[in-house]
Structures are given as structure tokens and as C-alpha cells.
């Protein structure tokens, strides 16, 4: 949206009180995020200027946005981006509530773009998915699978190398579902990994269901040294019977034999994962079952949601736990996992890792990516974007701290 608004000449500001429009651009997957979205659109309710809502909330809660009385803010879905030069033109002519919501998004990756990190490209493949998660509402925004075409993706990437970028991140809801009329995710993979120049690529979430069709070609996929050696694999339960209520394509098991071939052919791979707690009718069985498959399973990033329920969802029917019984289950798996990633940490002090640093951070220090995509911080003064040979000198939990090695080490380490 920025890269239309901008070529079309508008102009970007972060100050709501030096715009013309005030675009709320919203995420819905949670409660959480939702009420965190509503607190800022009540206190710019007043404003004066056309406010455009776009993002996943107008499809997932549009009576949250009546009822909350905020019908002057027009509306703009996720399959409509390429219309926000006009969604703006019409708001700015008029002060009334415009509603553009499309059956089909356009082709994501042949719109204009604006990098807000110029080191990095992230190229949206495929929207909606094949599923029918009994928690989800994305599926509402997203709708059914729908992928965009190899050329247009592969002309993309071209262009974004030639504009120096070191790293690219392939998105979806699903990215092991993308199938463009036969051409799947691994032919994409193979066809990025052969583009010409220096550069990593990190794919986006896959679910196990769907990489299990494509098992052995992605592997061999990530053999290419241009993929990030991390894969994002969600079980959310380590509970058959709350996977079957969750409407989850997958066993445990399904889940436990993709990450076990995974880290046989790559050792250091990265593995995270998505984890709800407290899904309506959990036990406390059921939560030890996730509990003993972290544990297992040894993650390197989870992400832990509480389960809310959702509106339209099937889950959202169903009988609700306490909440503080999902409170005190999220802390307890939290602090579990807390301990495992940095014990993973510290097996990788005093490794040496080739790095291409993508940021300054406001403290100066630079941020990169390690072979298996964790956060690496080198204090050392050194160019943005020139490939650089560090040594691991300080494991946390959430990031490794590096050193850049001398001219000599950096050959022959
Ligand atoms: S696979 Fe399930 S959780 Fe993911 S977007 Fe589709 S319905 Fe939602």
C-alpha cells in the first residue's frame, strides 16, 4: 500500500497530525491484538481526517467496528490493497464510509513496493490456505488458497537482487501449500536458489500436513546454502485429541517425524513452533502432553498464544476455561522453553558464523542473521551490507552476540 500510495504521489508520515489520511493498518488473528487495535482507533475517533481501516479486522470483526462506533472509518480488505490509491483519493473527496472488499487479491507480487529495511525483500507467495482450523478467523480474511504466479515471483526477487538485497523473506499462510497450476514450493525454492548473487532467503511458515505431501523435495530444496537452515512448523497442542477438536490435519507424530528428518539432514536447523494454550475442554493431561513435547522436541522459537475464542469460529462455541488456568499454563510452558532456547544458545558460543549484517540498530550496533537465522549483534565497526566472518562470543536467550574476525581468522578460521 505504501508503494502505491508513494508512486502515486502521496507522501508517508508516522504523525497522525501531519496527515491528510490516517490509514490503521490492522491484524485480527488474536484478541489480544484486536482490543490492543481498538484502544488506538477510540482515541483517533475525533480526528477530523478520513481514517481508512485496512488489514484483516474489517472482514473479521466489522459489527466490533460498528458497534464501537466507528462507522465513519471506511474499510479496506486484505484482497483490495492494490485500491488504495482510490479507497484515499474517494475518502479525501467525500466524508463518507467507503467499503472495497474483493473476491480475489491481485497479484501481490507485481504491485509496487517500499522496503522499510532496504537490505530486505518480503515477497508475499500465496494467500489463504486449504484449512479449516476449528480457532481460526484469518480464514475469514484470507479466504480459500489462492497463488501467485512463479514468473511474477521470480521477476520480483530479480529485480530486489539487483537492488542489493541480502535477504528475502517468502510469506503465506501456508508456504508449503503454494502450487501454482503444478509448480509447487520446492520448484520455487529451486528456481530462487539458482538467481544469480548474495543472498539468503527465509521461508515462511509451513503446516505440517502440507509440507508431508512434499517431504523429500523440500528437503532437498533446503540443501541450497542460499535457505536459511530454519523451518516454521506449528503443532499448537501436544495433544491428539485437541488437535482433532482444533480441526488440525496432523498427529503429533506427523509433526515429530518432519522435525526429526529435518534435523538429521541439517544438525543446527532452527526449528520453531506455534503452541495455543488452554484450547476449550485442555485438561490437564492434555497440557502435560504439550509440555513433554517441548521438552522433547527441544524448539529454538515457540510462540505461546492464549487461546481467546474468535468470532465466527467454531471454537468460539464450544465451553471456555477459567482464564487464569489458561494464564498459569501459558507462564509455566513459558519459563520451560525460556530455559531450552538459551541452553541451545550456549552450544553455539565460540562457533564461527558468516554473517550479512541488514541493520544498524539505534544503540549502533549491527543485526544479522545466522546460517540457521538466529539474531546475531556485532558491536564491532564494520560496514551495513557487506558480508562479514564472526565468531559467537555471548549466548542470551533471545540473541547471540558476535565478533568480527581479524582479516587472518576470517580466511582460515
Ligand atoms: S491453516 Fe488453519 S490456522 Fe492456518 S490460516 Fe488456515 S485455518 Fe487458519
Redesign the pocket.
Known amino acids: 500500500m505504501l508503494g502505491i500510495l508513494c508512486n502515486n504521489g502521496y507522501s508517508i508520515t508516522q504523525d497522525p497530525k501531519t496527515a491528510s489520511i490516517i490509514i490503521v493498518n490492522t491484524c485480527a488473528v488474536k484478541q489480544i491484538t484486536e482490543d490492543k487495535i481498538f484502544k488506538k482507533l477510540q482515541k483517533m475517533k475525533n480526528h477530523s481526517k478520513p481514517i481508512i481501516i485496512t488489514g484483516c479486522l474489517p472482514k473479521i470483526n466489522r459489527q466490533r467496528i460498528t458497534d464501537s462506533h466507528l462507522d465513519h472509518c471506511s474499510l479496506l480488505d486484505p484482497a483490495s490493497i492494490d485500491k488504495i490509491y482510490d479507497m484515499a483519493n474517494k475518502c479525501l473527496q467525500e466524508r463518507v464510509q467507503n467499503i472495497i472488499f474483493s473476491k480475489q487479491p491481485p497479484n501481490k507480487p507485481s504491485l509496487p513496493r517500499r522496503r522499510l529495511n532496504k537490505y530486505i525483500e518480503i515477497l508475499q507467495i500465496s494467500e489463504?490456505?486449504?484449512?479449516?482450523?476449528s480457532?481460526?478467523?484469518?480464514?475469514f480474511a484470507?479466504g480459500r488458497l489462492h497463488c501467485f504466479p512463479p514468473k511474477t515471483i521470480l521477476k520480483q526477487i530479480q529485480k530486489a537482487i539487483a537492488e542489493n538485497i541480502v535477504e528475502i523473506q517468502l510469506t503465506a499462510?501456508?508456504t508449503a501449500s503454494y502450487n501454482y497450476r503444478g509448480y509447487n514450493l520446492s520448484d520455487l525454492l529451486r528456481d530462487i536458489s539458482a538467481v544469480k548473487g548474495d543472498f539468503k532467503v527465509r521461508i515462511g511458515?509451513m503446516?505440517p500436513d502440507t509440507v508431508l505431501k512434499f517431504l523429500d523435495e523440500i528437503i532437498d530444496a533446503y540443501e541450497n546454502e542460499k535457505i536459511y537452515k530454519y523451518l516454521h512448523i506449528?503443532i499448537?497442542s501436544g495433544s491428539n485429541r485437541i488437535l482433532k477438536l482444533m480441526?488440525?490435519r496432523n498427529t503429533v507424530d506427523d509433526f515429530l517425524s518432519i522435525m526429526n528428518i529435518f534435523r538429521s539432514h541439517f544438525p543446527t536447523i532452527s526449528i520453531a513452533t506455534d503452541i495455543i494454550v488452554g484450547f476449550p475442554s485442555e485438561t490437564q493431561k492434555d497440557f502435560e502432553e504439550t509440555l513433554n513435547l517441548i521438552k522433547m522436541m527441544r524448539p529454538d522459537v515457540i510462540n505461546i498464544s492464549k487461546y481467546a475464542p474468535r468470532p465466527g469460529t467454531e471454537a468460539s462455541k464450544m465451553k471456555q476455561l477459567d482464564s487464569r488456568i489458561v494464564a498459569s499454563r501459558s507462564r509455566i510452558l513459558s519459563k520451560h522453553v525460556g530455559h531450552i532456547i538459551k541452553d541451545k544458545h550456549m552450544k553455539m558460543l565460540g562457533s564461527y558464523e558468516e554473517i550479512n549484517p541488514i541493520e544498524r540498530t539505534s544503540r549502533g550496533t549491527l543485526f544479522g542473521r545466522t546460517h540457521n537465522y538466529k539474531k546475531a549483534f556485532i558491536d564491532d565497526v564494520v560496514p551495513i551490507g557487506k558480508k562479514i566472518r564472526v565468531k559467537i562470543i555471548e549466548a542470551h536467550q533471545r540473541r547471540l552476540d558476535c565478533k568480527v574476525l581479524d582479516p587472518e581468522v576470517l580466511q582460515n578460521p
Open positions: 489463504g490456505c486449504q484449512g479449516k482450523c480457532y481460526c478467523c484469518t480464514r484470507r499462510q501456508d511458515m503446516n506449528p499448537q480441526k488440525r
